[in-house]
């Protein structure tokens, strides 16, 4: 647009040249034109008068020469006056020609001038773009900087007013089981002084009822027996019974009080150990497994059935391998079975309001946490298949959510850059912690909760201190992370078509994986450790599934041409007989070495 306007602006300059000069001109083309008639007009005089010469030569040849050079001479008088008069006009057109040349040339030069300029303000005005556009880009970063500032202030602001609405909340039940406390000890108190008063009582009774009881027994007299120094003891008592002698000689029938706890078991039952809310009951959960005992590569497709309406996106076998959980696109989790080497149909578990996007069964294999885009976690019993609690606080969708290890606390990860800590006790939102980044995936241990962005970091959070201890850059933004199980090895999966082993005792890269014709198909690309540790499993964009020895780094075997689209996520069974992979359209396969 501005080099049209440029272009029409030195047209528009060019035309008004044109005219200017064009107007000087005209007259001298004028002149000019009446100059060539004259001369025209010159040289048919010219010729007429040679005619007439020789006609009035032929007719007077008898005149008298006379008037004859009389008539040639005024027609040579005013054919010279009329000739200077031609000269007069030719030095006047001359001189105009001169001076339109000379302004000709200053036009011309006044032209250059301006042309000069005009690529001078051309240069200007691309140095005044470029700055424009540098202030543009400028412009967005510190928008995009406010919008993080400002995320990041609604985050600790969210945080603080939970905190703020927690320690209010905590002084109300610290006052309140104070007041209890205190009532409870006050009349733990007045019934302990109440039972040791009548005890009291009691066992003086019984003692005045067994000294009477001895006094009126009467003694066998034996001649070993000591009477006289008791009789003298006697004697020197005033005739005061001894309590401890008498008791010495009769056979006590009291027994051994045990002593109050009506105090500490009241105070126990106040701040005791509650029981577990979560608790697996014996007819609800499944044993888990622990590490299986041999752990089996698959080499076979034994099951190819169709899972969900569209794209599944998450796979999860239950703590003890019976049960296998996906969760997919048309908002369902649905549980299968696996008997005899297929997947038989349990249940479905409904109540999400978009696509799952993560799935997770708890140590015991009673509830089943998701993950979903309509921004919640939700949380079913899988006995019953009824939903328990639904998590909201998200701002954007909810890509990750995993069961801490004491099943009472979740930690949830979100596209909105932040990672919430939830207590399923009390259905709150324990802490919120800006990340910075989104957060694809989210492993845990016993205190330390590790995240996988999109910047291509891996972030290590300690819950105690509510905060960041490490963070580690990969080369790729970061997709997947698994646990082996001893915790001390954490797998990633990244965009750029690797696969990280990291030490957590060093918090290091151990090895990388990779191999020919192995691509990353989505940003929720899951994999997974075998069992054991010794193994990975991965899928590919191209519908393959990879096995990894994690010892030699190599691949150790390619499974393909079952899956027709990108494979989204991988489970190993806890007992090592199964692996089962989903993809993006709605298949899934379990696979087995049978």
């Given at each position: 647009m501005e080099q049209c306007v440029w272009r029409r602006h030195v047209s528009d300059q060019l035309k008004q040249r044109d005219r200017v000069q064009r107007q000087a001109f005209e007259e001298l083309i004028h002149q000019y034109t009446r100059l060539l008639e004259k001369s025209d007009l010159q040289a048919v005089l010219s010729e007429r008068y040679q005619a007439d010469k020789y006609e009035l030569q032929r007719g007077h040849e008898g005149g008298s020469d006379g008037?004859?050079?009389?008539?040639?001479?005024?027609?040579?008088?005013?054919?010279?006056?009329?000739?200077?008069?031609?000269?007069?006009?030719?030095?006047?057109?001359?001189?105009n020609v001169i001076e339109l040349n000379n302004q000709i040339q200053q036009k011309d030069k006044l032209i250059q001038s301006n042309e000069a300029k005009m690529l001078q303000y051309q240069q200007q005005i691309s140095g005044l773009e470029g700055d424009c556009r540098d202030l543009r880009g400028l412009l967005q970063d510190l928008e995009r900087a406010n919008?993080?500032?400002?995320?990041?202030?609604?985050?600790?602001?969210?945080?603080?007013?939970?905190?703020?609405?927690?320690?209010?909340?905590?002084?109300?039940?610290?006052?309140?089981?104070?007041?209890?406390?205190?009532?409870?000890?006050?009349?733990?108190?007045?019934?302990l002084n109440a039972e040791n008063e009548k005890d009291t009582?009691?066992?003086?009774?019984?003692?005045?009822?067994?000294l009477a009881d001895a006094a009126k027994e009467p003694l066998p007299i034996d001649p070993d027996d000591d009477i006289e120094v008791l009789a003298e003891e006697a004697g020197k008592g005033g005739g005061e019974t001894s309590p401890s002698r008498a008791l010495s000689r009769t056979p006590s029938k009291k027994t051994s009080q045990p002593p109050p706890g009506g105090l500490m078991d009241?105070?126990?039952?106040?701040?005791?150990?509650?029981?577990?809310?979560?608790?697996?009951?014996?007819?609800?959960?499944?044993?888990?497994?622990?590490?299986?005992?041999?752990?089996?590569?698959?080499?076979?497709?034994?099951?190819?059935?169709?899972?969900?309406?569209?794209?599944?996106?998450?796979?999860?076998?239950?703590?003890?391998?019976?049960?296998?959980?996906?969760?997919?696109?048309d908002r369902k989790v649905k549980l299968?079975?696996?008997?005899?080497?297929?997947?038989?149909?349990?249940?479905?578990?409904?109540?999400?309001?978009?696509?799952i996007t993560s799935i997770e069964f708890d140590s015991a294999g009673s509830f089943l946490l998701a993950a979903s885009n309509d921004f919640a976690s939700r949380l079913w019993t899988v006995e019953d298949s009824r939903l328990r609690h639904t998590l909201t606080g998200h701002s954007g969708k909810v890509l990750s959510a995993r069961f801490l290890l004491d099943n009472t606390r979740i930690?949830?990860?979100?596209?909105?850059?932040?990672?919430?800590?939830?207590?399923?006790?009390?259905?709150?939102?324990?802490?919120?912690?800006?990340?910075?980044?989104?957060?694809?995936?989210?492993?845990?241990?016993?205190?330390?909760?590790?995240?996988?962005?999109?910047?291509?970091?891996?972030?290590?959070?300690?819950?105690?201190?509510?905060?960041?201890?490490?963070?580690?850059?990969?080369?790729?933004?970061?997709?997947?992370?698994?646990?082996?199980?001893?915790?001390?090895?954490?797998?990633?999966?990244?965009?750029?078509?690797?696969?990280?082993?990291?030490?957590?005792?060093?918090?290091?890269?151990?090895?990388?994986?990779?191999?020919?014709?192995?691509?990353?198909?989505?940003?929720?690309?899951?994999?997974?450790?075998?069992?054991?540790?010794?193994?990975?499993?991965?899928?590919?964009?191209?519908?393959?599934?990879y096995i990894w020895n994690v010892l030699t780094g190599k691949?150790?075997?390619?499974?393909?041409?079952?899956?027709?689209?990108?494979?989204?996520?991988?489970?190993?069974?806890?007992?090592?007989?199964?692996?089962?992979?989903?993809?993006?359209?709605?298949?899934?396969?379990?696979?087995?070495?049978?």
């Open positions: 008037s004859l050079q009389q008539e040639v001479s005024l027609m040579r008088i005013r054919h010279q006056e009329e000739l200077t008069e031609l000269h007069k006009k030719r030095g006047e057109l001359a001189q919008q993080t500032l400002k995320d990041e202030y609604d985050a600790l602001q969210i945080t603080f007013c939970a905190l703020e609405e927690k320690l209010r909340k905590t002084s109300e039940d610290n006052q309140e089981l104070v007041s209890r406390w205190m009532a409870e000890k006050s009349q733990e108190a007045n019934k009582r009691r066992r003086q009774a019984k003692l005045q009822k067994e009241s105070i126990s039952n106040i701040f005791g150990r509650r029981a577990h809310p979560y608790s697996s009951s014996p007819e609800g959960s499944e044993a888990p497994s622990g590490v299986c005992a041999e752990v089996r590569v698959p080499t076979t497709a034994i099951h190819v059935f169709d899972a969900h309406d569209g794209e599944v996106n998450a796979v999860s076998f239950s703590p003890g391998s019976r049960l296998l959980a996906t969760g997919g696109m299968w079975e696996v008997v005899s080497g297929r997947c038989e149909p349990k249940g479905s578990l409904t109540g999400s309001n978009a696509g930690v949830s990860g979100s596209y909105d850059r932040t990672l919430k800590l939830w207590d399923l006790r009390s259905k709150v939102c324990m802490k919120t912690v800006f990340a910075g980044s989104s957060c694809n995936d989210i492993v845990c241990t016993e205190q330390c909760v590790m995240s996988g962005h999109f910047d291509k970091k891996v972030r290590f959070w300690d819950i105690r201190a509510e905060s960041m201890v490490q963070e580690l850059q990969l080369q790729g933004r970061v997709t997947s992370l698994d646990l082996n199980h001893d915790r001390t090895e954490l797998l990633s999966c990244s965009r750029d078509d690797l696969l990280t082993i990291i030490d957590l005792r060093t918090v290091s890269v151990r090895h990388t994986l990779s191999a020919q014709g192995f691509k990353c198909g989505a940003d929720w690309t899951r994999v997974t450790f075998s069992p054991d540790g010794c193994y990975v499993a991965g899928g590919s964009a191209d519908g393959a599934l691949v150790e075997r390619t499974l393909d041409r079952s899956h027709s689209s990108a494979i989204n996520s991988v489970s190993w069974s806890p007992s090592g007989a199964y692996v089962v992979s989903v993809e993006k359209s709605s298949k899934a396969i379990l696979w087995s070495d049978m």
